[in-house]
């Protein structure tokens, strides 16, 4: 059974950064392409960033620059640091694994508020 857990969402004043983990429980954690999506309120789910098993990293326009995706494969886990967070990136971010089939996390809030 796969299972993927979320944490570190929570409110951050624009400017600032948080950092979002994902505890995989999975078999052969390394051979998955993971993935952090969000889903703002009224719009539809959209890839933020992905690393593959080989850890090549793929971002979205809008966080190129700003955020960065990682993976610990030791860990079963993958990491997205966000940094210079807009009002526009306040969203539920949710983690993806995906090979063959995917599987997602129950989502984590993030908001950006002055």
């Known amino acids: 059974q796969v299972q993927l857990v979320e944490s570190g969402g929570g409110l951050v004043q624009p400017g600032g950064s948080l950092r979002l983990s994902c505890a995989a429980s999975?078999?052969?954690?390394?051979?998955?392409?993971m993935g952090w999506y969000r889903q703002a309120p009224g719009t539809e789910r959209e890839l933020v960033a992905s690393i593959t098993s080989g850890g090549s990293a793929n971002y979205a326009d809008s966080v190129k620059g700003r955020f960065t995706i990682s993976r610990d494969t030791a860990k079963n886990t993958v990491y997205l640091e966000m940094d210079s967070l807009k009002l526009e990136d306040t969203a539920v971010y949710y983690c993806?694994?995906?090979?063959?089939?995917?599987?997602w996390g129950q989502g984590t809030q993030v908001t950006v508020s002055s």
């Open positions: 993806n694994a995906n090979w063959r089939w995917d599987f």
């Open positions: 999975i078999r052969f954690f390394s051979i998955y392409t």
